[in-house]
């Protein structure tokens, strides 16, 4: 069974506990964790590749079924060898100079997984730093439109959830996330 991390940032909200930890979010126990997907689902680099070698040929197979996802929009799936019940797969933005643009798609990255969560009754989440590996995004913006985005939708209908973490693959990471809770006043 693995550890729980110990968290970087931590705040509640709502009856909501809100976390930021370094960790490799294959190994989390959560009902869902968030995959930074690409529009083919199919698998790609970084944590999208991670949780399709960790959860096993299954995942990939239930991927082939969804025909793709939008960018802005999520899809779930099951979780199948990961410890985590179903893993919901976002298409993040790629970086460009249209910045509200990027911002929005970002956003709804969040608010689509939340709502997903909450319509199958979920308690608790795991999100990466969605687009801020090849796709570009600025990793503090990005953190920043996460947080802020989750504190939102959380304030308004925290609906089933009891626990969202924000799994950052590094220190670094963690520490725009941590910075986020004291903007947002968490």
Request: with cysteine.
């Amino acid at each position: 069974m693995p550890a729980r991390p110990a968290p970087l940032a931590r705040a509640s909200l709502s009856g909501v506990a809100l976390e930021v930890v370094a960790a490799d979010i294959t190994t989390l126990e959560v009902d869902a964790i968030v995959n930074a997907a690409n529009t083919s689902l199919l698998g790609g680099g970084g944590v999208d590749g991670a949780i399709h070698r960790a959860a096993g040929k299954e995942l990939l197979a239930e991927c082939r079924t969804l025909g793709g996802c939008e960018t802005g929009d999520v899809k779930i799936t099951r979780g199948y060898r990961l410890p985590a019940r179903y893993v919901i797969h976002a298409v993040g933005p790629v970086w460009s100079k249209d910045e509200r643009r990027s911002d929005r798609l970002l956003a709804s990255c969040y608010e689509r997984a939340l709502a997903i969560a909450r319509v199958n009754e979920l308690n608790s989440i795991a999100f990466p730093a969605i687009s801020t590996g090849v796709y570009r995004f600025p990793p503090e913006r990005a953190a920043k439109i996460a947080v802020e985005t989750v504190k939102r939708d959380i304030e308004k209908n925290a609906g089933s959830l009891r626990r969202v973490v924000f799994c950052c693959f590094s220190e670094t990471a963690g520490q725009y996330h941590s910075a986020a809770f004291k903007a947002c006043e968490l």
